[in-house]
């Protein structure tokens, strides 16, 4: 069933979505997640079909044969437990671990990638709306203008062209924010996408609620990112896992030497047979007991057996000395592979760390651009429109206004820029 929040986000009226909230839904209803969330069940049963005969085992065996003159019936129960294990796992078992290990880290990565979707698309949709915002302000501004030099042109103040470049002005803007609330509607759409929800929702019933976060990253915070980094990226987590794994193998490498043993040995009381059995199976050994019991009449009897045979490889055309150094070598290529990725993630977030900081420069000083080019435009319009600028034209007033709009653009896209390089930054680090 859809949350309660799904089911408000189809009714006409407006919901509220925090970021919090988006991250949340989109994990429990986006496709990639859900998908990576079975193959991990998948894997682990696949995994648990190997293990299983660690478990007990009962069965239920009956037999019946039949001739011309005589007829046999009978039923027995029988009861297992592996109880002793040891030496190479097994190549199955060993294939099924490792395909559960890659499920379960592809779904931390997708997860992860998930969510920095999720936080883009929501943080792109709060810049836009706050970049409509800003030029609904200015819009407000030019209409203000454009009726003040209306009112001018009646006493003979201005000319008509004068009037004409102000109410051009209104329409340049207007088609400005047009365009954004177009583009609006677009990124909220790759939002209910990102989170599972495009076809459920409409982009017109919702409203995000947050602020745009801006935070300054001090320069002396890297050395401590790159460690998160190398702490939390699943890459690293999963590498890791499998040197320990190969190193395990080549401590299982030795058990080549060890003497073959098989064993048995059993018990007969009464109806019940109580049997043990130890043999080699793909490197490993493996020993199991067993009960039976047959049901209906049987035999009453007291017995034992034991049996135990020992074969010591001697030389065996150092086909046990290949199978160490192999899986020395794996261990010996896991590590230096290992090293390279911990190079390669320091070094990617080292640079998303330097976008930052350059990308927070930039803003500021274009942030500050744009308080100059308005004040200069604001005195430009003043001047011409009092008719105080004996040697100022209008071509210099037309420049002056397509400075202001293009620092302006250029300021947006700036924020954007800054905003999406922090947001890099923490997927680097994998920190949420």
Do not use: C
Not at 160 to 188: F, G, M, Y
Request: no cysteine.
């Amino acid at each position: 069933m859809l949350p309660l929040v799904l089911l408000i986000l189809k009714m006409a009226g407006a919901e509220e979505l925090t970021l919090e909230g988006s991250i949340k839904i989109a994990l429990k209803h986006n496709p990639d997640v859900l998908k990576a969330e079975q193959l991990v069940r998948e894997k682990k049963w696949a995994l648990m079909y190997y293990r299983s005969e660690r478990l007990p085992q009962v069965s239920l065996v009956g037999n019946y044969y039949g001739a011309e003159d005589t007829a046999h019936r009978s039923a027995v129960l029988r009861v297992s437990q592996e109880v002793l294990r040891f030496g190479r796992t097994p190549y199955l078992e060993l294939k099924a671990r490792r395909e559960y290990r890659k499920a379960r880290f592809a779904y931390r990565r997708t997860v992860a990638d998930v969510i920095s979707q999720v936080r883009k698309a929501f943080l792109s949709v709060l810049l836009t709306e706050d970049e409509i915002a800003e030029r609904m302000e200015l819009l407000k501004e030019f209409e203000r203008k454009h009726r003040r030099m209306e009112e001018r042109l009646e006493v003979g103040k201005v000319r008509p062209i004068d009037v004409k470049e102000a109410r051009l002005e209104v329409l340049d803007e207007r088609l400005r924010i047009n365009t954004l609330e177009r583009a609006l509607r677009a990124q909220k759409l790759e939002l209910l996408k990102v989170m599972g929800l495009l076809g459920r929702a409409s982009p017109d019933g919702i409203e995000l609620v947050g602020e745009v976060p801006e935070e300054e990253v001090p320069e002396d915070s890297l050395d401590a990112m790159v460690r998160k980094a190398l702490e939390n990226r699943s890459e690293i987590a999963e590498l890791r896992e499998e040197v320990e794994e190969q190193r395990r193998l080549v401590r299982q490498a030795l058990w080549e030497w060890f003497p073959g043993i098989t064993a048995s040995a059993s018990y007969g009381r009464g109806r019940t047979d109580l049997n043990f059995r130890m043999s080699k199976v793909e490197g490993q050994w493996r020993g199991t007991m067993y009960l039976e019991r047959p049901l209906g009449r049987g035999t009453e009897r007291e017995d034992w057996e034991v049996r135990v045979g020992l074969v010591f490889p001697i030389f065996r055309g150092m086909r046990n000395w290949g199978v160490l150094q192999e899986e020395r070598a794996k261990l010996k290529s896991l590590e230096y592979e290992l090293k390279k990725l911990e190079d390669r993630i320091e070094l990617e977030v080292r640079e998303d760390f330097f976008k930052v900081l350059d990308a927070k420069e930039r803003l500021d000083i274009q942030r500050e651009r744009v308080e100059i080019t308005k004040e200069r435009l604001e005195i430009f319009e003043a001047l011409i429109e009092y008719e105080w600028a004996r040697y100022i034209t209008y071509e210099d007033l037309l420049r002056r206004r397509e400075d202001f709009h293009s620092t302006q653009r250029e300021y947006f896209s700036d924020r954007r820029e800054y905003v999406m390089a922090l947001e890099d930054l923490r997927r680097a680090v994998e920190e949420f």
